[in-house]
């Protein structure tokens, strides 16, 4: 019989494989101060119709976040950007900034 406290977990396993990573930030991965991770998706979501389109607002395009998270990490190589943003991590990265946003607008209608 196996003991199930020695079989390591996913989490433990995960963890071990990562020691060796060193986590770069993504304002700071580019070629220059000016070209970057963040750079590259602050702009995407600015350019004209890509913002509603994360937000499921073109109906019309078919297009799903995961598929432009993926093209998202693609734009980031093709850019130069060596540093590996997995499309699973651009999601999370860009829901996060959605979320600020959404906040900072609700405090700015409420405050000023």
Same mark, same amino acid.
């Not at 119709?49 to 993926?70: F, H, M």
């Not at 734009?75 to 959404?102: A, M, S, W, Y």
């Given at each position: 019989?196996?003991?199930s406290?020695?079989?390591?977990?996913?989490?433990?396993?995960?963890?071990?494989?990562? =020691?060796?990573k060193?986590?770069?930030?993504w304002? %700071?991965?580019?070629? %220059?101060?000016?070209?970057?991770?963040?750079?590259?998706?602050?702009? $995407?979501?600015m %350019?004209?119709?890509?913002?509603s389109? $994360? !937000?499921?607002?073109? =109906?019309?395009?078919?297009?799903? =976040?995961?598929?432009?998270?993926?093209?998202?990490?693609?734009?980031?190589?093709?850019?130069?950007i060596?540093?590996?943003?997995?499309?699973?991590?651009?999601?999370? !990265?860009i829901?996060?900034l959605?979320?600020?946003?959404i906040?900072? =607008?609700? $405090? !700015?209608?409420?405050?000023m």
């Amino acid at each position: 019989m196996v003991n199930s406290a020695s079989i390591p977990t996913k989490k433990v396993l995960e963890s071990a494989a990562n =020691k060796g990573k060193v986590r770069v930030p993504w304002h %700071t991965d580019g070629p %220059t101060p000016e070209l970057n991770s963040m750079a590259v998706i602050i702009n $995407w979501l600015m %350019t004209d119709g890509n913002y509603s389109c $994360w !937000r499921g607002e073109d =109906k019309q395009n078919g297009t799903t =976040k995961v598929g432009i998270a993926n093209e998202l990490s693609q734009l980031i190589k093709d850019k130069g950007i060596t540093v590996e943003r997995p499309g699973r991590n651009i999601h999370v !990265r860009i829901n996060c900034l959605d979320q600020q946003f959404i906040a900072a =607008k609700d $405090w !700015r209608r409420h405050n000023m």
